[in-house]
Each structure stands twice: as C-alpha cells, then as structure tokens.
C-alpha cells in the first residue's frame, strides 16, 4: 500500500477512503435496500478516481460492502455496514475519515460529503445500479492477480497433483500460504455446493498480499493417484512437496511460507511444521487432538461426501439453529413488552443456550456411542468382505431406511487402506518437535468434533510458546460465517467465509511477517 500512494497527497485522500467504507441506513430494512453498486467520482487535487460500492443484504437485516477502484487495482475491498435515520454513512474510525450523505427520492444517487481529519471536506455523489444476477462461478470479475494452474509430482509415489496458485500484482517476493483439506474428496476450492471455502480464502488472501496454493486432492480433479489408498503419511508428504514446490516460485517469500489448514489438513500442517523445511507459519481450522478412529467416531456421516457435493446435514442444522435464534430474539422482544427487566431477560436468554448445548452434546454422545464400534470392527478385522458384511448388518439396524447403494458406498469408504490407515493416527505425536508459530481455530457450532477432542490438541501444545488457540462464536465445521452474516441470493440465505475470520487470519500472518 506505501507503493501504491507514494505519489503524495491525491493518493492519501484514496487511502483513506478505501481502508473501509460502512453503509448506515437509517430506513427499516424491511422497507428500503441499499442493495447494488453505487457509482461515482471521489474528487482530488487535479482531478478525480472513479470508485464503486457494492452493497449486499445480510439475512439479519444488516449490509455487507465491498469497495472497488479499478485505477488503484483495488478490488472487491472490505466494507462494513452501519445505519443512522435517514442519513446514510460511510465511516472508517481507525482513519479518522467519514462519508456521510443523503439518498435521494427515487432512491437512484447518494448525495454527501466526504470528510477527513486535516483536510477540507470533499463532495461526493454515488451513482445507483442494481446487481447484475449471480454467476455460478466462484468470482463474478478477474481477479487483479496472477492465477497459475501448476503441477508437480509427489516423488515418493509418483502422484501428479495439480491445483492453482495466486500471486499478488508486482514484483513481490511476498508471503505464501498452502491450503491443506480435510479427509474426503475435495477439489482446489473446497466446494460443498456453491459454498468454496478455498477459493473464498485464496482469492481474500491473495488480494490483500499473500500468495496461495490450493490443490485438488488425490482422484480428484486434475490430480492423479486415489484418495481412499492415501495414508497420513501420504498426505503429509504431499504437503512437504507443495512447500518445496512454492519455495521454487520466484516471487515467493521463501523465508514466509505457512500452511492453512482444516479438519485433518490442520494436523497434516502441524506435522509438517514438526519436520525439517517446514513451514514458518501454521493455521489450523478445526484441527483435532484424539486418534483417528474417536475423530470418525464423532463425524456426522460414516462415508464421505463427493467432490463438490453440498453438506444438506450440515445445511439444515445450521437453518434450524437459525430458527431457534429468531424465536428466542421474537420472545425477548416479547418479554421487553411485557416489562422484563435486564436480569430476567438475561436469564431466559441463558437458559436457551444452555439448552442448545445440551441438545448438541446428547446428540454427539448418542452418535460416538452408534459409531464407534463400528471404529473398532474396521481396526481389528482384517479381512474385507467379512468387515464389509458386519457394517452393512449394522447399518441396517441403525438405518433400516438407508439404501442398499448408499450403505455399500459407507461400508467401501470405511474399509478403504486409507481410512484404515486414518484409524490408527495419533496427530499429537510429534508435536513436541514442532517450529513457527501457530494459531489454533475452533468453532462454536462444530458439530463434527466434540469439545474433548479440541481441548486435547490445546493441552499437548499448552507448553508452546508461540501457540494461541481461539474459539470463535458460530462457526461450522465448514467454517460458514453465522447464518445471520449470509447474503441473500434470490431472497435465500447462502453461506459465505465469514470477513470476520479472513481478516482475523490475515492479520495475524501479517504479524508473523513482521516479526
């Protein structure tokens, strides 16, 4: 950025505005939107920059905005959202700058005053256009990145992985991160349906400065090779081959590599971060402390999603939460009519989230206790066909409903070497051995781990100076923001990266970088 607006003082003016711009609507959402692009000229010395802000409806009534300014190669920035009256503002506090301006009657212009703190104020109009309707691409623009599709060899078993890999504009060298996935099929984005966890983080991450690598898994996509026959150890010797693979790109940090990784791909980062040449950095999203056969034991489906499919089960509980949320916000409302002071409003607001909690936990416990035997069934019994014949028993008497199909794809995917091989890892073994420093993700709503299994990755790094764990409000497994952070598509709530957690990640490498 001190590149970018070295050239004095037009160039501070953009700066300030671009940091972060925030929508306030003082209108009920119910009855006007802000929703589309608006449009127009920032004023500067000796002329003007066009910029854009898009503006995006939340499912809780609240607005999502980006900034865009094509002169600057600035796209799709973070923007927040605040309300007041019938004023609209667009504020950044930690710049000390503020647009505040009027929408005018046929809700078509913005109309205001840009203001900063040591400068006169600037007038500036903003042009409405409504959003073009939604791609099924990951991306509506190109990116103002490069984009490589890449290729190379995992040498000790002759495995071609392919993937893509972004790198900011200029001439760098800049930082770099690796995306690792979680077991289970998946392409280079992560895609459950049209949510793309990875090609979300890439594209946010690369933007802002960081260089990504994300890959197809093994038999998926572009790259070669099986996924249900690759071992831990498979994978983590993919992973030391994709950081030697970014250490050969020659506007790549070397110095400032990291790993970003989800589910079983965070404890392959911290493996690999135990190994010689590992990474500088590692973050780790729903990374798990228990052995594999209790991990399997606690997910929410015995086989595996395919490439691409949705998670509907992870979908319909984080709906349902949702529900449950707006009837308890409808009966505080309810109870504030009648009267309810603070204290006893509190008290009721309690008490449902503990009742949610209780509701997780039975459901978890009642899970572990269906499955794992059938952990230990697939540990100690050697022969295939006869462990695929005592699961499919199983799953009939637990599933009488469940499709023969559907149960034999279960029964092949739990008795594949790979899943075998997952049962008897122990992610915590090596971590005494491990360097860099390292952020410890846990979401609230997780509903594939249970809080045992996070509390025993946090104690066997507890000695680890230079380790954080956090527990962040709301998040999935998937790592969706809350449901009422979702933008509405077509009047529905769609999940999204929360810009909460990337900037939280973001921030946190540029901190490494620094120091």
């Given at each position: 950025?001190?590149?970018?607006?070295?050239?004095?003082f037009?160039w501070?003016l953009?700066?300030?505005?671009l940091?972060?711009?925030?929508?306030?609507?003082t209108?009920?959402?119910?009855?006007?939107?802000?929703?589309?692009?608006?449009?127009?000229p920032?004023?500067?010395p000796g002329g003007?920059?066009?910029?854009?802000?898009?503006?995006?409806?939340?499912a809780?009534?609240t607005r999502?905005?980006?900034?865009s300014?094509?002169?600057?190669r600035?796209?799709?920035a973070?923007?927040?959202v605040d309300?007041?009256?019938?004023t609209?503002?667009?504020?950044?506090?930690e710049?000390g700058c503020?647009?505040?301006c009027l929408r005018?009657?046929?809700?078509?212009?913005?109309?205001?005053q840009?203001?900063?703190?040591?400068?006169?104020?600037?007038g500036l109009?903003?042009?409405?256009?409504?959003?073009?309707?939604q791609?099924?691409?990951?991306?509506k623009?190109?990116?103002?990145?490069?984009v490589?599709?890449?290729?190379?060899t995992?040498?000790?078993?002759?495995?071609?992985l392919?993937?893509?890999?972004?790198?900011?504009?200029g001439?760098g060298p800049?930082?770099?991160?690796l995306l690792v996935?979680?077991?289970?099929?998946q392409?280079?984005?992560?895609?459950?349906?049209?949510?793309?966890?990875?090609g979300?983080m890439?594209?946010?991450?690369?933007?802002h400065?960081?260089?990504?690598?994300?890959?197809?898994d093994?038999?998926?996509?572009q790259?070669?090779g099986?996924?249900?026959?690759?071992t831990?150890?498979?994978?983590l010797?993919?992973t030391?081959?994709?950081?030697?693979?970014?250490?050969?790109?020659?506007?790549?940090?070397?110095?400032?590599l990291?790993?970003?990784?989800?589910?079983t791909?965070a404890?392959?980062?911290?493996?690999a971060?135990?190994?010689?040449?590992?990474?500088a950095?590692?973050?780790?999203?729903a990374?798990t402390?228990?052995?594999?056969y209790e991990?399997m034991?606690?997910?929410?489906m015995?086989?595996?999603l395919?490439a691409g499919?949705a998670?509907?089960?992870?979908d319909?509980?984080?709906?349902?939460r949702?529900?449950?949320q707006?009837a308890?916000?409808?009966?505080?409302a309810?109870?504030?009519?009648?009267?309810?002071?603070?204290?006893?409003?509190?008290?009721?607001?309690?008490?449902?989230?503990m009742?949610?909690?209780a509701?997780?936990?039975?459901?978890?416990?009642?899970?572990y206790?269906?499955?794992?035997?059938?952990?230990e069934?697939?540990?100690?019994?050697?022969d295939?066909?006869?462990?695929?014949a005592?699961?499919l028993n199983?799953?009939r008497q637990q599933?009488?409903?469940l499709?023969a199909?559907q149960a034999q794809?279960?029964?092949?995917?739990m008795t594949?070497?790979?899943?075998?091989?997952?049962?008897d890892?122990?992610?915590?073994?090596n971590?005494?051995?491990?360097?860099?420093?390292?952020?410890?993700?846990?979401?609230?709503?997780?509903?594939?781990?249970?809080?045992?299994?996070?509390?025993?990755?946090?104690?066997a790094?507890?000695?680890?100076?230079r380790?954080?764990a956090?527990?962040?409000?709301g998040?999935?497994?998937?790592w969706?923001?809350?449901m009422a952070?979702w933008?509405?598509?077509?009047?529905?709530?769609?999940?999204?990266?929360?810009?909460?957690?990337?900037?939280?990640?973001l921030?946190w490498?540029?901190?490494q970088?620094?120091?």
């Open positions: 950025m001190n590149k970018l607006f070295a050239s004095g037009v501070l953009l700066l300030l505005l940091a972060r711009l925030g929508a306030a609507q209108l009920p959402a119910a009855k006007t939107s802000l929703e589309g692009e608006w449009k127009g920032l004023p500067v003007s920059l066009p910029l854009s802000i898009t503006v995006t409806e939340l809780n009534g999502f905005a980006v900034l300014v094509p002169a600057q600035i796209n799709r973070l923007l927040t309300l007041k009256a019938d609209v503002i667009f504020d950044s506090q710049l503020s647009y505040v005018s009657a046929d809700g078509q212009q913005l109309q205001g840009w203001r900063q703190q040591g400068f006169q104020p600037v109009t903003l042009q409405f256009t409504p959003l073009p309707p791609p099924k691409t990951a991306f623009f190109p990116p103002p990145y490069r490589e599709e890449v290729s190379f995992s040498a000790h078993d002759n495995t071609r392919a993937g893509t890999l972004t790198v900011p504009s001439e800049f930082p770099a991160v996935s979680d077991l289970g099929p392409d280079r984005d992560a895609t459950q349906g049209e949510y793309k966890l990875f979300a890439a594209d946010y991450l690369t933007r400065g960081v260089a990504v690598l994300r890959l197809d093994r038999g998926v996509g790259s070669g099986d996924w249900r026959t690759a831990p150890l498979d994978l010797k993919d030391q081959v994709a950081l030697n693979f970014l250490r050969t790109r020659p506007r790549i940090d070397i110095a400032q990291g790993i970003i990784g989800v589910g791909g404890n392959l980062a911290l493996e971060a135990a190994q010689p040449l590992g990474p950095y590692v973050v780790t999203l990374g402390g228990l052995p594999g991990v034991a606690q997910r929410p015995l086989g595996f395919k499919e998670d509907t089960a992870q319909n509980a984080t709906r349902r949702f529900r449950l707006q308890t916000s409808e009966k505080v309810e109870l504030r009519a009648k009267g309810a002071n603070s204290a006893q409003i509190d008290t009721y607001v309690g008490q449902q989230q009742r949610q909690r509701a997780d936990k039975k459901q978890l416990d009642a899970r206790k269906r499955q794992r035997p059938m952990m069934i697939v540990r100690h019994t050697a295939q066909g006869q462990a695929q005592i699961l199983m799953l599933q009488p409903d499709p199909e794809a279960i029964v092949t995917d594949a070497a790979g899943y075998r091989a997952y049962l890892y122990v992610p915590t073994a971590l005494a051995q491990l360097r860099g420093s390292l952020l410890l993700l846990h979401g609230s709503e997780d509903q594939q781990l249970q809080p045992a299994n996070l509390t025993a990755l946090e104690k790094l507890k000695d680890n100076k380790a954080q956090r527990r962040l409000d998040f999935n497994h998937s969706q923001a809350p952070e933008p509405l598509i077509n009047g529905q709530p769609q999940p999204v990266v929360s810009p909460q957690l990337q900037l939280l990640i921030e490498i540029r901190k970088v620094k120091g």
